[in-house]
């Protein structure tokens, strides 16, 4: 254990004292939110307004804060991946630097390597990710609140959730690479796409059906309904309360992604946290795997 | 003496290049072992064969009587190894390196801050604990390598060119203090290098030329066995001519002869031309050159 958490605060220090690292992952959401905030806000407000039925009074901070929500929550569920990426480097330094072979020359278990790994890399996302977080939910509390403290509180576990979701994937995938400059083209490669993919740039439901189902296979989409579910309750609960007709209500949480299905089959918001949780121990365990893999496969 | 180390018909290929061919030999415990090679030779792939960072395509490896296919992490216990060049993190201080790398170990608290003491002091370093290692000089950083080497007190300290790049104050050092090591704890010392000096001190030395062994024996023998010695004549102006190759000194003539045997009888043969000689035996660099027909020396094979 002390073995682990030594490593464990090897890897935090070396992450830390990389400080250029650690502030362009902190300013990427901070950049995130102003562009989403400039340039698409007014965008999905239309967007919002004229999928509304005519004649439907609502508040304008009502509005505000749906739109606010659906933004935020797009930004949360790409940014836990992809600062997951930028951030969880510190593996493929060690291989680009020869640290590796200084640390596995050693008796040290390849899974406690690999743990320490992901968890000082989890640790480090989610000092970001929940920075993010706070920074969110100050714009959402500027453009109108309807949070519940429950609120914030399953959102801040689905930010969890899909930070160590981002930590485990990119862990995976970074295993196999042996410099910066690959592990940078990855990044590009996953902030480019992941934001489709999961329905955070784009709501799955205006894809094409079979696109859906493909996409429906794909966790990272339940990573992002979770979210949006939860910052988006509260409005809901108070359309419902000023008398939204039930049916408007379903119509815009359908067609921004809070009700999945797959196959047909409705996604209920545990089911979405069993997705992910298992997502996140699938990818951990293959993540072990491959180090315990790789030191067999070197000794044999 | 036993064997610590045994390997036995090792082979190991990178694509088409056979790295390692069939490689055998012994290490004793307690001994002063040398393995000499150029670059390519197939050093480094046998000591990461060793220390169990590189998959081997055949034979076997042997290290304080276990296996390395299925022990390797008691193994891991027995060696400390100083690499090639520094690959400790060069943003953490001397003591936070140290104290991470002991950890693998299971060496923390008191018993780290107990050994980072007689390390600090062994080594010289205790005006470094909390320096950055990037900043520090080429020789301070061996000196924090070594520690991190012997931190856990192994038996066996593999040295993988370790004085390279090195001054001269800061190689005597690092050899006295391995000098003192291997006299108060037994330590067997594994050596690659490209100083010959430091291979004449070793207690046997193996030659190793594309992955094979070219040469291998105590320095004395391989000596005796590949090179003659040297009479130099101080004082002599004229040219020798003992059918024997000479080389003009600006103090004199150096004759050079097959043997210690020739050697003797040369100068009984002529007491009047031997008034003021010494001879001194062929050195590390010319059996090297005679077994593999390259040169060596600090670094730079020719």
């Known amino acids: 254990m002390n073995t682990f958490f030594q490593l464990t605060r090897r890897n935090l220090r070396m992450f830390f004292k990389d400080k250029g690292m650690f502030f362009s992952s902190l300013i990427t959401p901070v950049i995130l939110l102003v562009l989403y905030a400039t340039f698409l806000a007014k965008v999905y407000k239309d967007s919002f307004l004229s999928a509304l039925p005519d004649g439907l009074a609502i508040e304008e901070s009502l509005i505000d804060a749906t739109v606010a929500g659906q933004l935020i929550s797009s930004l949360l569920a790409v940014s836990c991946v992809t600062i997951a990426f930028c951030s969880n480097l510190l593996m493929i330094g060690d291989k680009a630097s020869g640290a590796i072979r200084d640390l596995t020359v050693s008796p040290v278990k390849r899974s406690t390597l690999a743990f320490s790994y992901f968890t000082a890399s989890a640790a480090s996302t989610l000092i970001v990710t929940f920075t993010a977080l706070a920074l969110s939910l100050v714009y959402l509390s500027v453009q109108g609140w309807y949070l519940s403290f429950l609120d914030v509180v399953c959102v801040a576990l689905d930010v969890l959730v899909l930070t160590l979701f981002g930590t485990a994937l990119s862990s995976c995938i970074h295993f196999f690479l042996n410099t910066n400059g690959q592990a940078s083209a990855v990044g590009t490669i996953v902030s480019a796409g992941y934001g489709f993919i999961c329905g955070a740039y784009m709501p799955i439901s205006n894809f094409g059906a079979g696109l859906q189902k493909v996409l429906s296979f794909l966790p990272g989409t339940y990573g992002t309904s979770l979210v949006r579910n939860h910052m988006l309750r509260g409005v809901f609960a108070q359309m419902g309360s000023v008398g939204f007709p039930e049916e408007v209500i379903s119509g815009i949480r359908a067609s921004i992604d809070c009700d999945l299905s797959f196959f047909g089959h409705q996604i209920s918001i545990g089911a979405m946290y069993a997705v992910m949780i298992g997502s996140v121990l699938l990818f951990a365990g293959i993540f072990v795997l491959f180090h315990i893999v790789a030191r067999r496969k070197a000794i044999r | ?302």
């Open chain 2, 1 to 302: 003496m036993e064997n610590i180390i045994e390997i036995e018909h090792l082979n190991k290929c990178f694509g088409s290049v056979k790295a390692v061919q069939d490689l055998s030999f012994r290490v004793k415990k307690g001994e002063f072992f040398a393995f000499l090679g150029v670059n390519g030779a197939g050093k480094s792939t046998t000591i990461s064969i060793l220390c169990g960072q590189l998959e081997k395509d055949s034979g076997k490896v042997y290290v304080c009587g276990k296996d390395a296919d299925r022990a390797i992490g008691e193994i891991a216990r027995k060696i400390g190894v100083v690499f090639q060049n520094s690959l400790l993190d060069r943003p953490l201080t001397v003591r936070q390196n140290l104290q991470s790398r002991a950890a693998l170990y299971g060496i923390t608290g008191k018993r780290f801050e107990r050994r980072l003491e007689e390390l600090s002091k062994l080594l010289d370093f205790s005006d470094l604990l909390n320096r950055a290692v990037g900043k520090l000089s080429g020789g301070q950083r061996r000196r924090i390598d070594i520690a991190r080497a012997l931190f856990h007190q192994p038996e066996i300290l593999i040295l993988d060119e370790p004085t390279t790049g090195l001054d001269p104050q800061t190689r005597k050092l690092l050899w006295n203090v391995i000098d003192a090591l291997r006299q108060t704890t037994d330590m067997t010392v594994f050596l690659t290098t490209h100083y010959m000096e430091e291979a004449a001190d070793a207690d046997y030395v193996v030659i190793l030329d594309s992955g094979k062994i070219a040469a291998e024996g105590t320095p004395l023998d391989l000596k005796n066995r590949f090179t003659g010695d040297y009479i130099t004549v101080y004082g002599e102006r004229e040219a020798f001519d003992f059918g024997y190759p000479t080389q003009t000194l600006r103090e004199g003539v150096r004759v050079c002869v097959p043997n210690t045997a020739a050697a003797t009888e040369l100068i009984l043969a002529h007491p009047e031309r031997f008034v003021d000689y010494e001879i001194v035996k062929g050195k590390m660099d010319d059996v090297f050159l005679a077994v593999t027909g390259k040169q060596l020396s600090g670094g730079n094979e020719k």
